[in-house]
Structure formats: C-alpha cells, structure tokens
C-alpha cells in the first residue's frame, strides 16, 4: 500500500529481505544438492545413480509408496464417504483418530509397528516362523500406510461435504443405481480432489524416513529405500552416492509440487 | 365456501339482492383417471408431525400445485411421492399402482429440483441422455431422443455446453428434458423459480406452462408464491401447518376461500365479523341479503365475510353502482398509487353491534386506532380519476362480492 506518490523505499526493501531470509533456510540447502551432485561431472552422477543399489532403492521406494497411495486413496474415499453421509456416535472421534498418524512423529510410527507386528510383538508373534512382515517390503508400506493415513482423507472430505446431496437424489430419481450414481456423478466430481490426494500421498511415503527405517531393517538391495540409502551412503563416506539419490528425489518432490501447484485448474475444471 | 355476486343495490335502504357468482369454466366432462394420487399421507420427524392426512389426486395431464408457507410441508409431500422420503402412513400411487415401498428409482417420476440438480461434468447432451444410458438403451435411440428434446426445449446450439455455461433458465430446461427423456409418470417441480429474479421468473412461468401442455405429462409444482400458483396451476392446494386447507381451481380458491387462511395466503383480502339473520347478513348496522345454505349457517351464528380489496366499491353518497351492497362507512387514511391501480386504506366507522357484544372493530372519536377495523380497497386507473379522492374524505364503503366464511366450530 502506497501513500505517497512516487518511488516507494519500503516494496524493493520488504521483497529484497524475504528473499534475503530464505536462502540460507530453503534456497541455499536446495542448491548445494546440485552444485556438489555435479560437481565431479555428469558422467560420476550417472555412475552413481545406476549403481545396482542404488537403483534398487528407488525402485523400491516407487513400487512401496505405490501401494501405500492405492489404498490409502480407496481407503480416504471409502471413510470421506462413510463420514460425511452419515451422522453418528462416535463421528468425530473417528475423524480425529482418521487425522492423527499425522500429528504423531514418524519414529514413534515405526516403533508402534515393530510392537505390534515384530518377531515378538502383540500380533506378529502368533505369525513368526510362518509369515514374517517387518524387515520386509510389507513393512515399508505399512509404515507408509500409517504415515500418510489422514492425507487423501483429508482432501476428498471437503469435497463430499459441499457437494450438493440434490446431485445423487437426482441420480436417483431418473432411475441410477447406488453404484451408477456413485460413477456417472459422484467420482467425477471428486476427480480433482482424488488425484492430488494421491499426489500428496505418494510424495509424502516417497521420502518417508523415521518409520522405515525401523520397520525396513535398512538392508541394502533388499529393503532399503532411497532416503534410508541417502543416509547409508552418507555415513559410509559416499557423498557422491548419496547426492545422486537426493537429487533425484529433489527433483522428483519438484515435479510432484508443481502439478499440484499448476494443475489445481485442470483438476477442478466444471 | 360460499360466495355471491350482488347485482343491484341503490342504498342501505333499497333492497338487496344476491345471486350466485357466475359459474367458474366447467370441469372437464370425462374426469381422467387419476394419473398419481396420495391417499392419508402422514409424517413424522420424532415427535413433530409434519404431515396430517393428506389425499389428493392428479389427473393425467393435469397441473397441481402445492402452495404454501415454508414449513407447511410441500417438499416433504414432494419427496414421499419422488420416493426420497418414507411416509408414516398413507400411500403413494402412480398410475394405479402403488409404489410406497419402492425405492425413488424404480418409480419413474422426473424431479426438477429448486437448484436443478445438473451434473457439473457433464455437457447439456450428456444430462439430458443420462436416464436413458443408465437403461442401456441403444446409442441410436438416445441420439434421437436427446435430439428432439434438445429441439423441444429449444438448446440445440447449447448441446455441448457445461451446465456452469447456461443461465438459470437454461439449466432449468435442460433438467426439464432430463427427465423428459425417461417419460415419467408425473413430474414434480420443487419450487422450480425460487432462485430466479421476478422479470426471468415469469417469463420462465409461461415458458414452462405451455411446455407442460405440449407434453401433457401430469405435473405437481410446490411454491408459496400465490401469483404462481394461480398462473399455473390447473388447480391449487393450500397447505397450512401439515395440512390441506383447501383444494380447488384457482378461480375457487381466489374467489371462495374456505378458510381464513386461504383467503389471506391469496393475496390482500378484507376480514369483517358478520351475524346470520334469517334472510340476511348484518355487518355492523348494514344488512346485506344472502341466500344461505342452513346446514351450515344457523340463525345468530358468528361468521366471517371475506372480500378482495377489487371487490370494494367507494361512493362519496349514499348512491352506489348496481350490484354493490353498501356494508359501512368509512374515511380514507391513506393513499397509495401502485402503478396500475390506485390502493386504499379505510377506517371503518363505527356502527351497530357485532355478534352481540359491541364490536371493537368500528371507530369512534374516542376508540384507540388500534382498535378499530381498517380495511383495503383498490381502485382501477379511470375509476380513481373520474372520481378523486383525498386523504380524510368520508365514503359509502361497498362490495360487489364476497364470502362467507363458515362459523368456527
């Protein structure tokens, strides 16, 4: 806002310092990742990249919060459905049990997974010599599970919420099943709300550290995923191992970040 | 409800007759059978009824309308029939069959709900044809059917637009021709104009009354604009509180409501006491002749007379155009020009006594003006210049018709 005509000091001055403050805290950190990722050439980058490991590790990362994003995507839409169309005892404190994964720190997460699927644990040790699920792929997609749990919940809620009940009651009315209103009306008009819940989800479980790294086992080439192999390198000496993965997954939130960012009117089109 | 014409009366003195109103058009010779009806629809919501007893049929090609208040229950008896709501008792039948207890869709009634109710995503062609994709009817056969009804309501240039593109009026059209194209049983509109400005809403009004006729499909409209339902119904049940007060064309209803309610929902309408005489009414100290049916009106029994602001006729003398029956004076409070006509308010003055206690409705020097009776009169265009009028004139307040309401039980 402007008072008085003319060059205004304050605008270049309040601008100049924001950007001043970020670049220690987000620009710097960001750019370091490339500037030492490549600094030994492109060629020692790629080297790193395709080591065996390392690919295995990125794979695995994809392929677990893959999982982890179709069932919670299905999941958020089963429990959006259920709680916005019914009023019940005991709603809220689903909602809040729904939100909570959340709010609880992802090494916490993991921990209550090993207790209660571990060798020793409340369940898992009645599946021991059978069936084993933590230090497995299993794990790190519960693990992911849990983590992300509230996230497309979270987006597809809203949108239930608002949309207008005289939309299914005409559906029904002209003759449409349950399951037809629930195709030809209700899911296209969720169809924004689904795919960034599901963006969200998978680029949250892609990076997710705390909680994998004590259900995983950290074994490399069997249940490492790319930042537990970050963090493997790191302490091992191999920055250059590490830094190709880290660039990767910079890259990788990136692109994630800005189809959220520039499709939210695509997804939302009428 | 009972209703008179007077045709002549000079003065208080001369002698007053009345005859019946001039008979309302002819019900149609051959009734139709009843192409939907309710018979003792009741609701409940917990411990509130919402619904008494309603019944009521509609015949094929007919336009019912459901007038009343909010709260009166209209969209509750809307959507028991559309089968989205469960009666508490009563039944819903289309077309001879009963259908209570099958589900909205499996009735085959088309709903054009207040906000419309068009899918977002997709485009006018797409709404239109949904009933029929839903029937895994032949591509061939839903083209040609959205067609004509494209053609019908007039949007063929429109066909591959969003809903979110089209206007109120066009999205009303369309959500017409979605229901059209399953050949409902009846149509329900659900306050079909309520999100509309005046100009769009009359307009839309016509549009939709001569579309109904090309397509003859019985119709049952909820609104609690009384304008509305007069124009469009073919005829008119007013709700109050959960009940139906009155059932009947627009033309009964207008000119002999049943019931206080009717006639006051129905626009302005005047309320004096009245006491039954053997041959006559006295209204304060005028007596107006009335033929009387005895099984209702008994000698000294307390009514009612209701008369509509048009129905009054002003006289600065005792000499009053034929066919009105002088019933009071008055002086003129108020004047107010409306456009087409010139409106009126009277304070009566006071007069004779009323139902045997001296009534409070007529004014003296010393009676509170709350405590009197005003009435309203209209007065067309050449009437209010060919005799003017001013604030404080003393007039011979007349009708030229009225009801008798029947005695509280």
Known sequence: MRHV??????RPLSIGMLVFMMLPLVFLPLASIFIFGTSNGLDKFWAALMAPEAV??????????????????????????????????????????????TAIPTAVAGFALLLLWGPYGTLGRFLTPHVEIMFTALAIILANIFVTFP???GVIKPVFDTMSRSLE??????????????WHVTLPSLRGAIVSGALLTFARAVGEFGSTILVSGNLAGRTQTAPLYIFAKFNEGQIE?????????????????????????????? | MIGWTLTESESVK???????RPAEPAPLADPSPAAASVVGLSKRFGK?????????????????????????????????????????????????????ELPARERGVGVIFQSYALFPKMTVEKNIGYGLRIRKRKRKEI?????????????????????????????????????????????????????????TRVHLRREIKALLRKVNVPSIFITHDQEEALELGDRVAVLYQGHIEQLGTPFEIYNHPATEYVATFLGAANILDATIRKDHLEVGSARVSAILDPQTFQDGDCVKIVFRPEDVVLSKNDFLRAGAAKIAAAHIEEITFVGAYERLRLRLERGGEDCGHESPYYLTTETPESQTKAIIATRPKPEAAKTKLQIGDRVVVAVTSFTVLPPAK
Do not use: C
């Open chain 2, 48 to 100: 509130t009824s919402v619904l008494e007893n309603i019944s009521f049929d509609v015949a094929e090609g007919e336009v019912l309308v459901l007038l009343g208040a909010s709260g009166s229950g209209k969209t509750t008896i809307l959507r028991i029939i559309a089968g989205l709501e469960m009666p508490y008792t009563g039944k819903v039948i289309l077309h001879g069959k009963d259908v209570t």
């Open chain 1, 56 to 101: 295995f590790a990125l794979k695995l990362s994809m392929a677990t919060s893959f999982w982890a994003t179709v069932f919670n995507v299905l999941f958020g839409l089963f429990a959006a459905y259920v709680l916005s169309r019914h009023n019940f005892w005991g709603r809220n404190a689903l909602i809040v049990t729904i939100s909570l994964p």
């Open chain 2, 143 to 199: 083209r040609e059917t959205v067609n004509e009804l494209l053609a019908l309501v007039q949007l063929e240039e429109h066909r591959k637009k969003y809903p979110s593109q089209l206007s109120g009026g066009q999205q009303q059209r369309v959500a017409i021709a979605r229901t059209l194209a399953y050949k409902p049983e009846v149509l329900l509109f659900d306050e079909p104009f309520g999100a509309l400005d005046t100009q």
């Open chain 1, 241 to 270: 191992a590490a830094n190709a993965i880290a660039i990767v997954l910079a890259l990788f939130s990136f692109l994630i970040f800005s189809v959220l960012f520039f499709a939210r009117d695509w997804l939302d089109v009428d």
């Open chain 1, 151 to 153: 996230l497309a919940f």
């Open chain 1, 169 to 182: 009651e005409a559906s029904a009315t002209i003759g449409a099943t349950r399951w037809q209103t629930f």
């Open chain 2, 14 to 20: 001369a002698k007053e007759q009345l005859i019946p």
């Open chain 1, 5 to 10: 005509r003319g060059f205004d000091v304050v």
